[in-house]
């Protein structure tokens, strides 16, 4: 067994308990064991002093690609890990959409068992809603989450059948899962690359209209309340949709939704000279989207962040804008990145690390987002105002498409714990 473990001096925010203040963690085994600022220490605890330090619960992770099966050389499940562990993600749900898809038990297991074997952090696999994503025959539910999956997503692609969609929320009700889907028109999205707007037309690139969104997601909540199913929109990026959700909720509706970082700290302009690892689905929007979002976001309208972590290898974005993948990388950077919404004081810092980890692990059902006596200990310890510059050869994760290249954060992990062993410190 191990040795007891103490935390102590630390400014402890665990949204699951309204813990905002210095408080000490006693960690036994792999659980925690008390909090709060009077613990009783065991003579042989090993002591962590995190004076001068934040500690959250581990952040969670609900968006995040990975190339294994199929594409390893953009990004296994081992490299994902180490990238987690360095950006303060203890879980994090891994998208089906691998070749082959994953859309039936023994791919499941196969997830599983390489989490079990390679993985420094908790990863739980994301199943198809059709077989092999072609949007016609229903997987296996029921049997998928006995194996161990945890949401159902369609990846990038958006479920264009209604009686499909209607009938795949209904069955996953009975389950209790959700449905976490991308709300993008196929039709008004098919040739655009960026934002539709004035800084397009400025660029000469072809655009995605807001509406693309927009129209999707309210065909999504319209068929949603006819099921009475559980729907998560996995990313929005637009004003109006935010009020369209924020009017389901009101409504009473099972409804939640997602935005990714990229979303909250840049918009259109960060494009700047065709700079490719920008593409994104959705697309950047502009500044008025942006801060829609933040406000979104701040008063709950918006439950979780993600990363939308989706690694892609040089010569696929070494192209022209308009031909070069979606996608970019976040797990490393997704911390830092909400810090400035923090400073900027935009958004409570309580805000965030609920939307990071403890909203995320309790909308999929995970055994994380929070610090209670009992509960694993995965555990983040942070310095929330120490500068540092994000340069590419620092990035653990097999890609480098990062949107953050060169830029600079306030907010770094100092340490990560995954069931109170330590699976990541910085120099």
Known sequence: MNKPLVIRGGHV???????????????????????????????????????????????VDARVYVGEPGSEHRET?????????????????????????????????FVRRAARDDARVRVYPAVSVTKGMKGKELTE?????????????????????????????????????????ETIDADLSANGVMNEGLTATHLGLPGIPREAEIITL?????????????????????????????????????VTCGVSINHLTLNENDIGRYRTYLRLSPPLRNED????????????????????????????????????????????TVFAAAMRLYHNGEVPLTRLIDAMSTRPARIFGLPGGTLKPGAKADIIITDIEEPWVLHEEDIVSQSKNTTFEGERFSGRIVRT?????????SP
Request: glycine residues 8%; without cysteine; negative net charge.
């Open 13 to 59: 925010v665990d949204p699951s308990q309204d813990i905002d203040g210095h408080a000490s963690i006693l960690v036994e085994g792999k659980h925690i064991h008390a909090i709060g600022t009077d613990i009783d220490v065991p003579e042989d605890a090993e002591i962590i002093d995190a004076d001068g330090k934040h500690v959250f619960p581990g952040l």
């Open 77 to 109: 499940i081992k490299s994902a890990s180490k990238a987690a562990a360095a950006g303060g993600v203890t879980s994090f749900i891994m998208m089906p959409e691998t070749d082959p898809v994953i859309d039936d038990v023994a791919l499941v297991d």
């Open 141 to 181: 539910f029921g049997l998928l989450q006995e194996a161990g999956a945890v949401m159902l997503t369609e990846g990038k692609r958006s479920l264009e059948n209604n009686l499909t969609l209607r009938r795949a929320l209904t069955y996953a009700r009975d389950f209790g899962l959700v449905i976490a889907k």
């Open 218 to 254: 309210e065909r999504d909540l319209r068929i949603a309340a006819l099921a009475r199913g559980r729907y998560h929109a996995a990313k929005i990026s637009t004003s109006d949709s935010a009020e369209i959700i924020a009017q389901y909720k009101r409504n009473g509706h099972d």
């Open 289 to 332: 989207d942006r801060q829609a979002m933040i406000r979104a976001l701040a008063d709950g309208t918006i439950d979780i962040i993600v990363s939308s972590h989706d690694p892609h290898d040089a010569d696929t974005k070494r192209f022209p804008f308009a031909e070069a993948a979606e996608g970019a990388i976040g797990l490393e």
């Open 417 to 425: 714990l995954v069931s109170g062993k330590t699976i990541h410190q």
